[in-house]
C-alpha cells in the first residue's frame, strides 16, 4: 500500500506542477492561409496560440525578442483538417479476411489503434469522428488516452459501438458456425425499437458521444446487401430519440435509396455513404438540413486492392454497384447545396490517405475551396463543434497544418502535408524542435 501510496503521490504532484507551469504563447507566422470560414485567402499572418487555443490572427508583424516563434512563412497554412468516416479504433484495417478483428486480442487491438491514431494525426487531420467498432467500447478508451496526452492522435468523438442486427452490417461475418462471438463484440445488437433504444442508452452512459445505427446492409460484410433495409424506420427512430434525449444524436450508415429517407425521417443527423440516394433523398436531405457523408475516394481502392489481394468475390461485387451511382449521387447533391461533410471510412484504405479524397470531390462536383471547406467549417458544424475546430479564428483550437504551394491551384498537395500542430503544438515539419514540447494531445 505505501509504494501505491508514493506513486499517486507522485503522480498528483506532476500534476500539479504541469498544471501550474506558466502558459505558453506560440506565434506562427503564415506565408499564406487558407481562410474557410471567409473563403479568402490571407497573405503574411502571424497567429499566436496561448494554452492551446488561437487568440489573434492579424497581419505579420514580428512578435517581442524571446518569443515562440513557428517559422511557415513559405508554406499555406491550412486549419486543421476533420474526418467525419474513420475507423481509428479498430487499427488492423481491411483484409481479404471477413473475420479479422476476431483474430486480435483486445490488449493488441487497442495498442493498433494508438498507432493508427498517430498516423492519422501526423497527416493533417486533427480531428476525427470515429463512426464504430467491432469491439464495444474500445474508441472510448483511445479516446480519452488521447485527451490524457498519454497517446498521440487526433480529437476524436466515438460511437461505442453499432446500433445492428444480429448478422447485419454492424456485425463481424464470415466466422464458422460454431465460432461463438465475444459478447464485446454484440454490444450494439437489437432486435426491436425497444433495445435500440435500450443499447443507445447503455452506450451514451458508458462515454459514446454519439450513436451509429447501421440502417442498411454493407458492402464490406458477408451476406448483407447495401440496398436493404436491415433497421426498420421505428427501430431508427428509437435509437435517434434516446440520443437527442442525452443532449447527443444519431448518424445512419445507409446505402440503398429507401434506407436513407427512412433515416432521415427517424431523425439522423448525418447519412454515412449514401451511395444509392436518389432525388427525393437528395431534396429531403435538403429540406430537413441534414448532412452527407459521402466516401467517393475508396470504392477505387477496394476494386484495385480487393481483386490483388483476394477479396471476398461479394464484396467486389456491391463495391462496383455502389461506386459510380454514389459519385453520380454526389455530384447531384454539390448543385443541389446539401450539406456534404468530408468522410473517407479511414480503415478500408490505409490510414494516412484520406488527403486523397479531397481530388475526387474536386473532379465530381465541387470547387477546391468547398472541399477544403467540407473538410473543415462544414464538418466542424456537423460536429456540433464550431466554435472549437474547422477555423483559426480567436477561441478555436491552434489546430493547423501546412503544404508547399497552393492547394487551391493543385488539391492535390494535401494528400501529403508537411506540417501539422496541434493545440499550439508541433506534431510534425518545421518549427518542431523551435520552441515548445513536439508532443500534442
Not at 89 to 115: C, V
Request: negative net charge.
Amino acid at each position: 500500500m505505501r509504494i501505491w501510496g508514493l506513486a499517486l503521490a507522485a503522480m498528483l504532484a506532476a500534476t500539479t506542477a504541469q498544471a501550474e507551469t506558466p502558459s505558453q504563447t506560440v506565434h506562427v507566422h503564415a506565408g499564406k492561409l487558407i481562410d474557410p470560414e471567409s473563403g479568402q485567402v490571407l497573405t503574411d499572418r502571424l497567429i499566436s496560440v496561448t494554452d492551446g487555443r488561437v487568440t489573434s490572427l492579424t497581419p505579420w508583424s514580428a512578435p517581442p525578442a524571446g518569443a515562440c516563434v513557428i517559422d511557415w512563412s513559405a508554406y499555406t497554412v491550412l486549419p486543421g483538417l476533420l474526418d467525419m468516416h474513420t475507423h481509428v479504433s479498430d487499427g488492423y484495417g481491411q483484409t481479404n479476411d471477413p473475420a479479422e478483428p476476431l483474430k486480435h486480442s483486445a490488449t493488441a487491438t487497442i495498442l493498433k489503434g494508438a498507432e493508427t491514431a498517430r498516423v492519422m494525426l501526423h497527416s493533417g487531420f486533427t480531428t476525427v469522428r470515429d463512426v464504430g467498432v467491432y469491439r464495444g467500447l474500445s474508441d472510448v478508451a483511445l479516446r480519452d488516452a488521447i485527451e490524457a496526452g498519454q497517446v498521440e492522435g487526433p480529437r476524436m468523438t466515438v460511437a461505442g459501438a453499432y446500433i445492428t442486427v444480429p448478422g447485419g452490417g454492424g456485425a463481424v461475418t464470415g466466422a464458422a458456425p460454431d465460432v461463438g462471438i465475444p459478447a464485446d463484440f454484440r454490444l450494439g445488437e437489437v432486435r426491436s425499437a425497444a433495445e435500440a433504444r435500450d443499447r443507445s442508452r447503455y452506450l451514451l452512459q458508458q462515454g459514446a458521444d454519439f450513436i451509429k445505427i447501421i440502417g442498411t446492409g454493407a458492402v464490406l460484410a458477408i451476406g448483407s446487401e447495401p440496398g436493404q433495409l436491415e433497421l426498420t424506420e421505428e427501430e431508427m427512430k428509437a435509437a435517434c430519440d434516446e440520443a437527442r434525449t442525452h443532449g447527443s444524436y444519431c448518424i445512419v450508415h445507409a446505402h440503398g435509396a429507401a434506407g436513407i429517407k427512412a433515416a432521415i425521417r427517424a431523425g439522423a443527423r448525418s447519412i454515412e455513404h449514401a451511395s444509392l440516394i436518389d432525388d427525393e433523398g437528395i431534396a429531403l436531405a435538403r429540406t430537413r438540413g441534414v448532412w452527407l457523408d459521402m466516401d467517393v475516394f475508396n470504392g477505387d481502392w477496394i476494386d484495385e486492392t480487393g481483386r490483388r489481394e483476394g477479396w471476398p468475390a461479394e464484396y467486389l461485387r456491391k463495391n462496383l454497384e455502389t461506386t459510380e451511382v454514389q459519385r453520380i449521387g454526389f455530384r447531384k447533391a454539390v448543385k443541389t447545396g446539401v450539406k456534404l461533410s468530408y468522410g473517407t471510412d479511414a480503415g478500408v484504405y490505409p490510414f494516412g490517405l484520406g488527403g486523397r479524397q479531397f481530388a475526387y470531390m474536386v473532379r465530381y462536383g465541387m470547387t477546391p475551396m468547398q472541399a477544403i471547406q467540407s473538410a473543415t467549417t462544414v464538418s466542424a458544424a456537423l460536429l456540433n463543434r464550431s466554435a472549437d475546430v474547422g477555423a483559426l479564428s480567436p477561441g478555436h483550437f491552434g489546430d493547423m497544418i501546412a503544404v508547399k504551394g497552393d492547394p487551391l491551384a493543385d488539391i492535390r498537395l494535401l494528400e501529403k502535408v508537411d506540417g501539422v500542430i496541434k493545440g499550439g503544438r508541433v506534431v510534425k515539419g518545421p518549427g518542431r524542435d523551435g520552441c515548445g514540447s513536439a508532443r500534442a494531445n
